[in-house]
């Protein structure tokens, strides 16, 4: 199944707190769990805040529906705006088939045109295939926050990575 990376628009607010709320129902335990998911107005306010530099929403689609997202955030104090965090997930159906490689290529090119010269993230410990897309796309590990995450009565990591953008 083909899809399309885009920039999102105001039109995108409605399907993409229905994505969010898809992503979220899964439970996964590779995300960092809410309480609930966003309110609509939270997410309208979050989609209107990465519409345009200094920070970016990128859509991926398919037939009309949206399959992927991953937004890219722009400090605004002068001495940290040369990086940017990215966030980024695919619907259930879309993983490991290429999606979320064109969203990082996709966001890589946007952060060059834009002076953004280091995109950061951090992943949980035990997301695997995410450490594995990161490090694929030439994110370096940089480090570690130990037991930065609690469950219950366990622990876990999160790792650090961040990739100079050419």
């Given at each position: 199944?083909?899809?399309?990376?885009?920039?999102?628009?105001?039109?995108?607010?409605?399907?993409?707190?229905?994505?969010?709320?898809?992503?979220?129902?899964?439970?996964?335990?590779?995300?960092?769990?809410r309480v609930q998911p966003?309110?609509?107005?939270?997410?309208?306010?979050?989609?209107?805040?990465?519409?345009?530099?200094?920070?970016?929403?990128?859509?991926?689609?398919?037939?009309?529906?949206?399959?992927?997202?991953?937004?890219?955030?722009?400090?605004?104090?002068?001495?940290?705006?040369?990086?940017?965090?990215?966030?980024?997930?695919?619907?259930?159906?879309?993983?490991?088939?290429?999606?979320?490689?064109?969203?990082?290529?996709?966001?890589?090119?946007?952060?060059?045109?834009?002076?953004?010269?280091?995109?950061?993230?951090?992943?949980?410990?035990?997301?695997?295939?995410?450490?594995?897309?990161?490090?694929?796309?030439?994110?370096?590990?940089?480090?570690?926050?130990?037991?930065?995450?609690?469950?219950?009565?366990?622990?876990?990591?999160?790792?650090?990575?961040?990739?100079?953008?050419?």
């Amino acid at each position: 199944m083909e899809h399309v990376i885009r920039l999102a628009t105001e039109q995108d607010i409605t399907g993409y707190q229905s994505f969010v709320v898809g992503i979220l129902s899964e439970r996964l335990e590779t995300l960092i769990s809410r309480v609930q998911p966003p309110t609509p107005e939270q997410t309208r306010q979050f989609v209107l805040g990465h519409l345009g530099a200094p920070s970016a929403l990128f859509i991926a689609e398919s037939e009309g529906q949206i399959i992927g997202a991953l937004d890219l955030t722009r400090p605004e104090r002068p001495e940290l705006n040369h990086r940017s965090s990215i966030g980024m997930s695919v619907a259930a159906p879309f993983r490991r088939k290429g999606v979320g490689r064109a969203l990082l290529q996709t966001a890589a090119q946007w952060a060059s045109a834009h002076g953004i010269e280091r995109i950061e993230l951090e992943v949980l410990a035990l997301n695997l295939a995410a450490i594995k897309l990161y490090e694929a796309q030439s994110f370096v590990r940089e480090g570690v926050r130990r037991q930065a995450i609690k469950r219950g009565d366990s622990y876990i990591d999160l790792i650090m990575y961040a990739k100079q953008v050419e």
